[in-house]
Protein backbone atom coordinates (compact mmCIF):
# COMPACT_ATOMS: atom_id res chain seq x y z
CA UNK A 1 0.00 0.00 0.00
CA UNK A 2 2.75 2.28 0.95
CA UNK A 3 4.36 1.96 -2.58
CA UNK A 4 1.24 2.94 -4.27
CA UNK A 5 1.10 6.27 -2.06
CA UNK A 6 4.70 6.95 -2.99
CA UNK A 7 4.11 6.10 -6.78
CA UNK A 8 0.83 8.35 -7.04
CA UNK A 9 2.63 11.00 -5.37
CA UNK A 10 5.55 10.49 -7.62
CA UNK A 11 2.91 10.93 -10.94
CA UNK A 12 1.22 13.77 -9.51
CA UNK A 13 4.39 15.83 -8.92
CA UNK A 14 5.55 14.96 -12.79
CA UNK A 15 2.11 15.86 -14.11
CA UNK A 16 2.12 18.98 -11.67
CA UNK A 17 5.85 20.07 -13.20
CA UNK A 18 5.17 18.90 -16.85
CA UNK A 19 1.81 21.08 -16.81
CA UNK A 20 2.28 23.72 -14.53
CA UNK A 21 2.93 27.19 -15.43
CA UNK A 22 4.06 30.23 -14.05
CA UNK A 23 1.62 32.81 -14.61
CA UNK A 24 3.66 35.96 -13.28
CA UNK A 25 6.09 35.29 -16.13
CA UNK A 26 2.86 36.50 -18.31
CA UNK A 27 3.62 39.33 -20.86
CA UNK A 28 7.78 39.08 -20.26
CA UNK A 29 9.99 37.72 -22.65
CA UNK A 30 13.12 35.29 -21.13
CA UNK A 31 15.43 36.46 -23.77
CA UNK A 32 14.19 40.13 -22.96
CA UNK A 33 17.57 40.48 -20.69
CA UNK A 34 20.14 43.28 -20.74
CA UNK A 35 24.22 43.06 -20.06
CA UNK A 36 23.61 43.19 -15.92
CA UNK A 37 21.23 40.16 -15.93
CA UNK A 38 18.10 42.31 -15.44
CA UNK A 39 15.02 41.86 -17.38
CA UNK A 40 14.25 44.94 -19.89
CA UNK A 41 11.29 46.86 -19.43
CA UNK A 42 8.03 45.95 -21.15
CA UNK A 43 8.24 48.46 -23.86
CA UNK A 44 11.28 47.96 -25.01
CA UNK A 45 10.49 44.59 -25.45
CA UNK A 46 8.00 45.17 -27.68
CA UNK A 47 9.26 47.67 -29.70
CA UNK A 48 12.18 44.98 -30.33
CA UNK A 49 9.30 42.84 -31.60
CA UNK A 50 7.88 45.82 -34.08
CA UNK A 51 11.08 45.90 -35.47
CA UNK A 52 11.65 42.12 -36.22
CA UNK A 53 7.92 41.89 -37.47
CA UNK A 54 8.86 44.43 -39.51
CA UNK A 55 12.04 42.86 -40.40
CA UNK A 56 10.03 39.87 -41.55
CA UNK A 57 9.59 41.32 -45.54
CA UNK A 58 11.97 38.48 -47.15
CA UNK A 59 12.87 34.96 -46.36
CA UNK A 60 15.54 35.78 -43.89
CA UNK A 61 13.02 37.47 -41.78
CA UNK A 62 10.12 35.08 -42.20
CA UNK A 63 12.60 32.81 -40.86
CA UNK A 64 13.95 35.19 -38.03
CA UNK A 65 9.98 35.26 -37.54
CA UNK A 66 9.46 31.54 -37.18
CA UNK A 67 12.11 31.14 -34.65
CA UNK A 68 10.74 33.55 -32.79
CA UNK A 69 7.37 32.05 -32.73
CA UNK A 70 8.88 28.73 -32.29
CA UNK A 71 10.71 29.93 -29.19
CA UNK A 72 7.26 31.95 -27.96
CA UNK A 73 5.62 28.37 -28.03
CA UNK A 74 8.41 27.20 -26.38
CA UNK A 75 8.52 29.42 -23.00
CA UNK A 76 4.02 29.29 -23.22
CA UNK A 77 3.62 25.41 -23.20
CA UNK A 78 6.51 25.11 -20.37
CA UNK A 79 8.60 23.50 -22.42
CA UNK A 80 11.48 24.47 -20.53
CA UNK A 81 10.23 22.96 -17.67
CA UNK A 82 11.86 20.03 -18.80
CA UNK A 83 13.88 21.12 -21.46
CA UNK A 84 15.65 23.92 -19.51
CA UNK A 85 15.61 27.47 -20.74
CA UNK A 86 18.51 27.34 -23.11
CA UNK A 87 17.70 23.82 -24.28
CA UNK A 88 20.32 22.23 -21.92
CA UNK A 89 18.15 19.41 -20.46
CA UNK A 90 16.86 18.84 -17.06
CA UNK A 91 14.11 16.15 -16.20
CA UNK A 92 13.60 16.12 -19.77
CA UNK A 93 16.66 15.70 -22.79
CA UNK A 94 19.03 18.02 -23.48
CA UNK A 95 17.86 19.67 -26.93
CA UNK A 96 20.80 21.84 -27.94
CA UNK A 97 21.66 18.80 -30.67
CA UNK A 98 18.43 17.50 -31.51
CA UNK A 99 18.88 18.86 -35.05
CA UNK A 100 21.31 16.05 -35.13
CA UNK A 101 20.30 13.13 -33.78
CA UNK A 102 16.24 13.89 -35.21
CA UNK A 103 14.93 14.62 -38.45
CA UNK A 104 12.20 17.10 -38.75
CA UNK A 105 9.65 13.91 -39.30
CA UNK A 106 10.92 12.56 -36.16
CA UNK A 107 10.73 15.80 -34.30
CA UNK A 108 7.36 16.52 -34.98
CA UNK A 109 6.14 12.74 -34.41
CA UNK A 110 7.91 13.09 -30.77
CA UNK A 111 5.68 16.69 -29.98
CA UNK A 112 2.24 15.10 -31.15
CA UNK A 113 2.21 11.70 -30.01
CA UNK A 114 5.10 11.73 -27.23
CA UNK A 115 6.68 9.06 -25.81
CA UNK A 116 9.61 8.26 -23.29
CA UNK A 117 8.10 10.23 -20.68
CA UNK A 118 7.06 13.56 -22.93
CA UNK A 119 3.54 14.16 -23.02
CA UNK A 120 1.80 13.66 -26.54
CA UNK A 121 -0.54 17.33 -28.00
CA UNK A 122 1.50 19.96 -26.35
CA UNK A 123 1.74 22.00 -29.38
CA UNK A 124 -1.71 21.80 -31.45
CA UNK A 125 -1.45 24.59 -33.59
CA UNK A 126 -0.24 23.39 -37.01
CA UNK A 127 1.79 27.35 -37.63
CA UNK A 128 3.15 26.73 -34.39
CA UNK A 129 3.62 23.42 -34.64
CA UNK A 130 5.87 24.01 -38.23
CA UNK A 131 7.80 26.65 -36.45
CA UNK A 132 8.66 24.57 -33.59
CA UNK A 133 9.90 21.46 -35.47
CA UNK A 134 12.03 23.74 -38.01
CA UNK A 135 13.75 25.61 -34.77
CA UNK A 136 14.34 22.16 -32.98
CA UNK A 137 15.90 21.18 -36.39
CA UNK A 138 18.23 23.89 -36.50
CA UNK A 139 19.28 22.87 -32.92
CA UNK A 140 22.70 21.01 -34.17
CA UNK A 141 24.49 22.23 -31.14
CA UNK A 142 27.76 23.59 -33.65
Same mark, same amino acid.
Given at each position: MKKFWILMSFAMVLVLGACGGNSSDEG /? +??DAVDE *?? /? =?? &? =??? *?EESTEEESSSEEG? &??AAAGD?? @?AQEVY????????????? =??? &???? @? *? +????RLSE +? =? $???? $?EEGG +???PAGLVTDEEELDA???WLSSQTGE
Open positions: /T +DP *TG /T =EQ &S =EES *TD &SGAQ @LQQNNCMGCHGQNL =EGG &SGPA @L *T +DVGS +D =E $IRTR $I +DGMVVQ
